[in-house]
């Protein structure tokens, strides 16, 4: 049975830090892409940031709204999916999900299954 | 970014009652469309991929349709347990992008 299950919210001042950490099993890990999405208290889901796998070099994407401020890292041999981030700022607060990514021909990638979700809030 | 526009934002409907919500991109996606129920308090269920094919375990009540820029999720006879906020996501291009949302009540 895949299982994402997350960790590491919590309160944390404007400008603060904090690591999420999104632990994965039921799946090979690593084969697979990995993504971070958000939602604000009564908002839509707002996507974050990705991690592609080790074929494709690691390599991550980010939304505007979080580049230079959010890293998006893994580390496949715990099986977890990591979001890093600093300069906090208070539209930053939010419910934080891990999602993992399938990929099929003709399909692209999309997401399959979903973390339970963590609170992250950002106030002084 | 491609701007993904939902509609309705909300609607009242009936046990049994077929339903159908609209999506609607700002450019093409080549079917590059996702459909995601949430309800409260709980992470979003991935429902379709690829704008018509159905997630593993999904039942077949629900069923997605369109291209282009055009798209449709329809449930095809609402159970109590449907009643929840429906999201479409294109996945075309960076950054990803989600509709506003469509939350299906009991009437």
């Known amino acids: 049975e895949v299982q994402l299950v997350q960790s590491g919210g919590g309160l944390v001042q404007p400008g603060g830090s904090l690591r999420l950490s999104c632990a994965a099993s039921?799946?090979?890990?690593?084969?697979?892409?990995m993504d971070w999405v958000r939602q604000a208290p009564g908002k839509g889901l707002e996507w974050v940031g990705r991690?592609?796998?080790?074929?494709?070099?690691?390599?991550?994407e980010y939304a505007a709204s979080v580049k230079g401020r959010f890293t998006v890292s893994r580390d496949d041999s715990k099986n977890s999916l990591y979001l890093q981030m600093n300069s906090l700022k208070t539209e930053d607060t939010a419910v934080y999900y891990c999602?993992?990514?399938?990929?099929?021909?003709?399909?692209?990638?999309?997401?399959?299954?979903w973390g339970q979700g963590t609170l992250v809030t950002v106030s002084s | 970014d491609i701007q993904m526009t939902q509609s309705p934002s909300s609607l009242s409907a009936s046990v049994g009652d077929r339903v159908t919500i609209t999506c609607r991109a700002s450019?093409?996606?080549?079917?590059?469309l996702a459909w995601f129920q949430q309800k409260p308090g709980k992470a979003p269920k991935s429902l379709i991929y690829?704008?018509?094919s159905l997630q593993s375990g999904v039942p077949s009540k629900f069923s997605g349709s369109g291209s282009g820029t055009d798209f449709t999720l329809t449930i095809s006879s609402l159970q109590p347990e449907d009643f929840a906020t429906y999201y479409c996501?294109?996945?075309?291009?960076?950054?990803?992008?989600f509709g506003g949302g469509t939350n299906v009540e009991i009437k």
């Open positions: 690829a704008a018509s």
């Open positions: 991690s592609r796998n080790k074929g494709n070099s690691y390599t991550t």
């Open positions: 996501q294109q996945y075309n291009n960076f950054p990803l992008t």
């Open positions: 450019q093409g996606i080549n079917n590059y």
């Open positions: 039921g799946f090979t890990f690593s084969d697979h892409y």
């Open positions: 999602a993992r990514l399938k990929w099929l021909q003709n399909s692209g990638f999309f997401f399959d299954y």
